[in-house]
């Protein structure tokens, strides 16, 4: 990636991890109209970042977060000693002459911080797998997954302009923001040969299409009873379970 798709990037993170305490300490300080703005300002301008990723830098299927969190446990050690050892001592392990196992010898056993617990062959594998994984370019979009991943990032800002229109308690926006969440997956389904993220991200946005049964205004009508009738009934007849239900 290019330090500006980097940039890009890094402030599309930054958004996603401050917009709910911006919200509410909007709401704190300005109150609802101040909170509604805040809102607005936000997914705009995660609406403009995406769209610069989508069409200028060709980023394809834009995963969330849009950086991979780091996981600490499987990266190279970073200690100094460590690296000196690791670059004068190689992995020699012993191979059973009978089974065939293959051993860690005691001799080139890392320090207790970068140590890890199966084979060297496992650990080359995973580490060789990661990496191709991290390495793999998106997958190109044609002009219809185009379309649909322009539909997914443009959604949020049609949902909060149906509702400055109709108000929060009419069923258009829910109804419009579910259309074009729907649209966006059909039209990705028929793209092949995605890589291991954006198989992965599709089947996220196609989980968080539960969350429907959770927002206003289907909530309030249809699931907020079932709910709490579901919760009375786990409170009065599970044992152990009413602390938390009720």
């Known amino acids: ?70 996981n600490r446990e499987q990266q190279q050690p970073l200690h100094p000693q460590d690296v000196e050892d690791s670059s004068s001592e190689k992995d020699q392990p012993y191979v059973g002459r009978r089974s065939s196992r293959v051993v860690r010898s005691l001799q080139s056993t890392p320090s207790l911080q970068s140590r890890h617990w199966g084979s060297p062959q496992q650990r080359e594998e995973s580490q060789s797998r990661r990496a191709e994984e991290m390495n793999q370019p998106p997958t190109p979009l044609g002009l219809q997954e185009t379309i649909a991943e322009s539909l997914y990032i443009t959604r949020p800002l049609l949902h909060l302009l149906s509702l400055g229109v109709w108000g929060q308690r009419s069923w258009k926006p829910w109804l419009l923001s579910a259309v074009l969440d729907i649209s966006s997956l059909s039209l990705l389904s028929d793209l092949k040969d995605l890589n291991r993220r954006e198989r992965a991200e599709l089947r996220r946005r196609t989980i968080l299409l539960l969350y429907y049964l959770l927002r206003s205004p289907f909530y309030d009508r249809y699931s907020e009873g079932r709910i709490l009738l579901l919760l009375r009934l786990l409170a009065d007849y599970v044992p152990g379970v009413g602390l938390v239900t009720r």
């Not at 401050?18 to 997914?43: C, D, H, K, P, S």
């Not at 610069?52 to 950086?67: D, E, F, M, R």
Request: hydrophobic residues 55%; contains cysteine.
């Open 1 to 70: 990636q290019s330090l500006p798709q980097q940039k890009l990037l890094t402030w599309l993170s930054v958004l996603e991890c401050v917009e709910v305490f911006a919200e509410m300490g909007t709401a704190r300080v300005w109150g609802e109209m101040g909170r509604w703005t805040i809102i607005v300002l936000i997914q705009l301008a995660k609406a403009i970042l995406r769209l610069l990723l989508l069409l200028w830098y060709k980023a394809g299927i834009q995963t969330s977060p849009p950086i991979v969190p780091l």
